[in-house]
Structure formats: C-alpha cells, structure tokens
Nanobody, 124 residues
Framework: QSQLVESGGGLVQPGGSLRLSCVAS????????LAWFRQAPGKEREGVSC???????NYAHAVKGRFTISRDNAKNTVYLQMNSLKPEDTAVYYC??????????????????WGQGTQVTVSS
C-alpha cells in the first residue's frame, strides 16, 4: 500500500520552531515533486512550499524566509523546518507527492499521493 505519513506537528508558542517529516512507503519519492500544503479551519487548502525532483524550491510569500523544505531520497522523506512561527501558521499540514509541471503553482490536482495531515497550533 502506497502512503505518506506526516509527523512532527504540535503546539508551539509564537516565535518557536517545529520540523515536520513525511515518510513515504510503498513507493519511491525520487520520481516525484514534493510539496507541503496547509488548511486552516474554514479556509481552502493552500500551498506552503515545494521541492522538485532536481532540488528547485519554492515558498509561499507568507512563509518565505521562515520555512525551509528539504528532501532525503535515501530516507524516502521530505521535511519542512518551520521557524519564527506565527499564530496565522496554525493549520493542518499535509505533504503531497506528484508530477507538477511547475510546483510553485500548487495545483492540488497534480499531486497523486497525500498524507493524512498533522496539526500545527501556534499559540501562547
């Protein structure tokens, strides 16, 4: 069974940091572009960051300079390091794998595999 499993979410104070991990099983991430999306209550799912097969990275304006995406193909894992977290970063974070033409478009339909999501709450 092919699946993505996220971990690393939790409750953190404003200004704090978290690192999300997403491990693939049943398939190899080497062949896919990878992305992190998030969805806050009452809002649509939005793209946060993505990394292509070749290592190109893209960040949403709201997180640029604070978040860093990386991939470790040997571990079949993609990461999202989140620093200087703000209350508005509170959301369920999802990892995704697919074959987007340009990952920075954050087109949900271009992603074939999705994780179940991990909750990130930024609050004092």
């Amino acid at each position: 069974q092919s699946q993505l499993v996220e971990s690393g979410g939790g409750l953190v104070q404003p200004g704090g940091s978290l690192r999300l991990s997403c491990v693939a099983s049943g398939f190899t991430l080497d062949y896919y572009g990878l992305a992190w999306f998030r969805q806050a209550p009452g809002k649509e799912r939005e793209g946060v960051s993505c990394i292509s097969r070749g290592g190109y990275t893209n960040y949403a304006h709201a997180v640029k300079g604070r978040f860093t995406i990386s991939r470790d193909n040997a571990k079949n894992t993609v990461y999202l390091q989140m620093n200087s977290l703000k209350p508005e970063d509170t959301a369920v974070y999802y990892c995704a794998a697919g074959t987007p033409v340009f990952c920075g478009d954050y087109d949900l339909t271009e992603y074939d595999y999705w994780g179940q999501g991990t909750q990130v709450t930024v609050s004092s």
